[in-house]
């Protein structure tokens, strides 16, 4: 009987594979999640129904069960036009879930386009797609060391 709030089974087994500096990707349901991802990088997708699971939630899970050093959420670029709308509504649940759950970790916008670099590291191993419907709510996990 596992302890932690993080069950799914294939989740728990990449992430035990898993090393310092992996990154995890928890894309919300408009992420191009087949053709956006790294080459060592397997995929699950978690959409049950609009809604549900959101990123939110899946990253209180993930920080339950492993140690994180960085939390990225994918930056707007300024010629777009959701730019002049400020900050996605979202990013502040995600400040929320970490002030509670990991108050070590700062919420980092990374732009977008150096954000699908990232991901399409060989470092990515694994994206979690959800059924997120929030705009530019995906956030990318460095993991950390276990101490």
Request: hydrophobic share 40%; proline share 8%.
């Amino acid at each position: 009987m596992l302890k932690t709030q993080l069950l799914h089974p294939e989740i728990l087994r990449i992430a035990a594979r898993a090393g310092h500096h992996s990154k995890i990707l928890i894309a919300d349901g408009n992420y191009p999640a087949s053709t956006k991802r790294g080459p060592n990088a397997e995929l699950i997708c978690l959409q049950l129904t609009p809604g549900v699971p959101t990123v939110a939630q899946v990253l209180r899970a993930l920080l339950s069960a492993l140690p994180i050093d960085h939390v990225n959420t994918m930056g707007i670029p300024a010629d777009d036009s959701y730019a002049q709308k400020g900050e996605p509504p979202v990013w502040a649940e995600y400040r929320q879930v970490l002030a509670s759950d990991a108050p070590h970790l700062t919420l980092d916008p990374v732009l977008k386009w150096d954000f699908y670099k990232a991901v399409e590291s060989p470092d990515h191993v694994l994206t979690i797609q959800t059924a997120d419907q929030s705009l530019w709510a995906n956030v990318l996990l460095t993991l950390g060391c276990r101490t």
